[in-house]
């Protein structure tokens, strides 16, 4: 069996800090590895990580270019874009640096995007400082150290206060992995401002036959009648492997929509933490991942309710097909003042091949004593008096079948509200079920 | 056009079907009637080809094909179809879209091009039209949030599209007031004809007054135990099925 090696990290972690001696970023880069030295990668034992081991990953040596790298083309980001990026602020993260060359987006009074470098060394350094890192003490794990560890050209935007954003800001990561394993670690602060309504999809694409490796680490802050819809679209190839937090914190009563689409890729961890810092905050979560092959798809979703009157629902849909994994849990913490709050939870799942494995854990911790939460979660196959009505009607089984993993998909890719987006998901789902349209 | 000799069938290792006799010419309409449990439903699956159902012994021509070899889908292209006594709720698939899917399906398997989107529209306009059926429910969602009676029609409207040569109305009449009933015998009525021949199945006279069958069949423990014409029903409203069972004693004894 393959070792897994992860001493060699330690001297890209000093090319690192050396080739960017003076950033702001350096202290926060080695507090990350000492707690990437101390904690490891999370293993089996973690009760976090117990269906997905993510240590499998470190069998191989990862390069981690410090510098910024112009290895990919336009033709390239062409290529790995969602359709109708052109219509939209197209943000390209070239091995986890954000690339400005490469992305297009037309600057107004509305947001402004910077390094956070620039964040912490300037106007922003108060968001800087109040927003940052605030995720670690959330995820206390290996993974997200070893994000803090390798962050580079990292990037801060701010969605300024009343700023109707009328195209959707898309962070196109694009890894190259032509001639060597890739680990990086984008890493990205959000900061939307009062009354701002943003929409934010991110999406990941390996060019090249080697593997790599994505760490994200997205923090996302929303204020006072802000309204964020995030969407998180996974189609990259079997050898492009991905962990990511989106951590969102929404400080003022406002309103958050999330949806995490996973069709392909390796080994894959979402965590999405919605934390409710404010009154009346109003949250909703929906995810479908419909895998074959050996994808992997773990999703971690965390609503913590720490105040009164809060909303929250959650659907995550799984369709497993061959030999893929699908890991879902989902925890509502309910702080003991987060009185009268509504959260529900819910977890479907299909199981279409006896080689194909669902773990699903729903965890509610609820402190208070006045509260409604509700949790569900089924494991099946297809329901087979649907099935048996539509044959009846002369529909051959096999489309009988797609038609009904079509419509379980349905109800989640209908909550995409970027009309391309949605259309592009479902002409994968429809290919992937050789359906006509 | 149908022939079911002596068909025994089962389903969970019990014995529902003993010896079930019928013939059927093409445009007759039969209606078979029975106490609960008699096996009604039962033999509606098996001619549909419900898998859960087991078929002992005994054939069933349709046709002249074997039905009991065919899937349940390859029925449904021969020209049989079976309105549902509960329909499927079935989220996520709209009505046109199912329908678009089932008609060309028959079509492909007759041979033809699927039907272009002008002429569907009109055919689907139509059959909706006699149905009485609001066309707001041809982009919901099949059957998901209809009324009892709204998705009777609904059957009945997809029979309408199919045109198939055998219809078998699995208690259709349950569940519907008298006006939705009116409306459904009138549709089916309508699309009867020399070559479509219909098995009513029915535990009340009620839908038989509107449908006139050609022949009315007792169905008792797995067996037809008399046949006879519409007024056999009548009298079964009447006198319930106590008489026959007493009938049944008599020859027995006698």
């Known amino acids: 069996m393959d070792t897994i090696r992860t001493e060699y990290l330690e001297e890209r972690f000093k090319e690192l800090q050396s080739a960017q001696t003076g950033s702001a970023l350096q202290n926060w880069r080695s507090e990350g590895f000492k707690n990437f030295s101390k904690l490891g990668l999370p293993t089996l ?74 964040a912490f060394n300037g106007k922003y350094h108060e968001d800087a400082e109040a927003y940052f890192n605030k995720s670690s003490l959330f995820i206390k794990d290996g993974i997200h150290a070893l994000n803090s560890s390798f962050m580079n050209e ?122 409710m810092e404010e009154q009346a905050n109003e949250a909703h979560m929906y995810g479908l991942y419909f895998l074959k092959g050996n994808t992997h798809v773990d999703n971690h979703t965390l609503v913590d309710n720490t105040k009164p009157h809060c909303f929250s629902n959650e659907l995550y849909k799984g369709i497993i097909d ?105 002409v994968q789902i429809s290919d992937r079920l050789q359906l006509a349209d | 056009m149908l022939s079911i000799k002596n068909i025994h069938a089962s389903i969970d290792g019990k014995q529902i079907l003993k010896g079930l006799n019928l013939e059927i010419k093409p445009g007759e309409v039969h209606a078979i009637m029975g106490p609960n449990g008699s096996g009604k439903s039962t033999l509606a699956s098996v001619l549909a080809g419900r898998e859960e159902y087991e078929v002992t012994e005994g054939s069933v021509e349709f046709e002249g094909k074997n039905l009991l070899e065919l899937s349940p889908e390859e029925r449904a292209k021969e020209g049989l179809f079976l309105a549902f006594q509960y329909p499927v709720e079935i989220p996520g698939v709209s009505t046109t879209n199912f329908i678009k899917a089932a008609l060309n399906e028959k079509r492909k398997y007759q041979g033809l091009e699927p039907l272009d989107a002008a ?62 009933l009116r409306i459904v015998a009138k549709g089916v009525n309508t699309l009867h004809n020399a070559d479509h021949s219909i098995i009513v199945i029915t535990h009340y006279q009620r839908l038989l007054n509107y449908l006139q069958p050609d022949f009315v069949h007792v169905l008792m423990n797995g067996r037809i135990v008399k046949s006879g014409g519409k007024e056999l029903a009548l009298e079964l409203e009447e006198k319930g099925y106590d008489f026959i069972k007493e009938e049944l004693q008599e020859s027995l004894t006698a």
């Open chain 1, 45 to 118: 034992k973690n009760e976090e990580w117990k269906y997905t081991g993510i240590s499998r990953l470190f069998t191989k040596d990862y390069t981690i270019p410090s510098k910024k790298d112009n290895v990919i083309d336009r033709e390239t980001v062409d290529k790995a874009a969602i359709p109708g990026a052109s219509g939209m602020e197209h943000l390209v993260f070239v091995n986890g640096k954000f690339n400005k060359d490469l992305s297009s987006f037309q600057s107004n009074d509305g947001f402004e995007i910077c390094s956070l470098e620039e």
């Open chain 1, 154 to 275: 990292s990037v801060f935007i701010k969605i300024r206060k009343n700023y109707h954003a009328t195209k959707p800001f898309y962070f196109d990561h694009i890894f190259d992995t032509t001639s060597n394993h890739l680990l990086a670690s984008p890493r990205i602060l959000v900061v939307i401002e009062e009354n701002a309504n943003v929409q934010m999809i991110g999406s990941y694409y390996t060019h090249g036959s080697m593997d790599s490796f994505s760490n994200e680490v997205m923090e996302i802050v929303v204020k006072e009648n802000a309204r964020l819809e995030y969407y998180k679209i996974q189609n990259d190839t079997p050898n492009g492997s991905h962990t990511g937090t989106t951590h969102i914190r929404q400080v003022g009563k406002s309103y958050v929509h999330t949806v995490n689409i996973s069709l392909n890729g390796g080994m894959i961890r979402n965590n999405t933490d919605i934390i």
């Open chain 1, 322 to 426: 061959e030999h893929a994994t699908g890991v879902f849990s989902g925890k509502i913490y309910v702080r003991p003042d987060a009185q009268k709050i509504n959260a529900y939870q819910s977890n479907k799942n299909i199981l279409l091949s006896d080689t194909g494995t669902i773990n699903t854990k729903p965890q509610l911790e609820i402190y208070a004593d006045d509260v409604k939460c509700s949790h569900g979660c089924t494991v099946g196959r297809l329901d087979d008096e649907a099935l048996y009505y539509l044959r009846a009607r002369g529909i051959n089984k096999d489309l009988a079948k797609s038609m009904l993993l079509k419509a379980f998909a349905e109800e989640i890719v209908m909550q995409i509200k970027i009309e391309p987006l949605k259309e592009y998901v479902e």
């Open chain 2, 119 to 180: 002429s569907f529209l009109k055919l689907l306009r139509e059959k909706a039209a006699l149905l009485e059926l609001d066309k707001s429910l041809l982009s919901r969602s099949l059957n998901e949030g209809f009324s009892g009676g709204e998705k009777k029609r609904n059957e009945i409207f997809q029979m309408a599209v199919l045109d198939p040569k055998l219809t078998i109305l699995d208690e259709t009449d349950s569940g519907l007031d008298i006006d939705a």
